[in-house]
């Protein structure tokens, strides 16, 4: 079948144009209606859910702030909690005492007691009192305690005491009363380090120089013999 286009191009181009303007109105229409849609959404999700939420946690707030208040001793509980926390900072603060005893069993030697013994752990002091059957014997533990040394991590070797004085003794035929101050490095009581101590094998004898008693019987020695 043959057909025949019998209207001018004129109203070909306006039927056109037409069609063209229905698209673009239609189109329009739509993306009008998906944006209310949306506006409309926004919108009750903003008023409506999202001040339902607000509501629901000011209920909620207020409701645990109530019971909070009404909790018989919170200002302690609460001090008590703090406290609490802080106790893991304060533990690897606090000096690691409790290595005394493993450190005296280490720097006394034998036939040596001690009766006091005083730490003080901000002045890094200790003295320690206590008797010996002889003071040759208390002379090995001021030795010991010159010459012994520690290892930690990368430190070797170090001194762990210093200015050792045995500052007073009293001798009698059978025992010697002794008192011994020394200072020592703050890193063997250090809770967050493991140091170990090299405590030397000293023997009990001295120079003449380090034990006055003895320089002291010579003397008298020699003061007789040059009498006689």
Do not use: W
Request: a neutral charge; proline letters at 4%; glycine letters at 2%.
């Amino acid at each position: 079948m043959i057909q025949f286009n019998l209207l001018p191009d004129v109203k070909l181009e306006y039927v056109k144009a037409q069609r063209t303007k229905h698209t673009v109105i239609t189109s329009a229409l739509m993306a009008a209606g998906s944006a209310f849609v949306i506006f409309l959404l926004l919108f009750l999700v903003v008023n409506v859910v999202q001040s339902k939420s607000i509501r629901d946690l000011d209920s909620d707030i207020t409701t645990y702030s109530n019971k909070l208040k009404n909790t018989p001793d919170l200002a302690k509980i609460l001090t008590i909690q703090s406290q609490l926390a802080a106790l893991p900072g304060l533990h690897s603060e606090k000096p690691a005492a409790s290595r005394t005893f493993q450190f005296l069993q280490q720097l006394t030697p034998v036939d040596v007691t001690i009766s006091e013994l005083t730490i003080d752990y901000t002045a890094n002091t200790i003295s320690i009192n206590g008797q010996s059957k002889s003071l040759d014997k208390v002379n090995t533990l001021v030795d010991t305690l010159k010459f012994t040394t520690y290892t930690e991590g990368s430190t070797n070797d170090e001194k762990a005491f210093s200015d050792v004085v045995l500052s007073e003794f009293t001798k009698t035929a059978t025992t010697t009363t002794y008192g011994v101050t020394a200072s020592f490095k703050p890193v063997i009581f250090d809770n967050a380090v493991s140091p170990r101590l090299i405590v030397p094998q000293l023997k009990s004898t001295r120079s003449v120089i380090e034990q006055p008693t003895e320089l002291f019987k010579k003397s008298v020695v020699d003061t007789n013999e040059s009498n006689q």
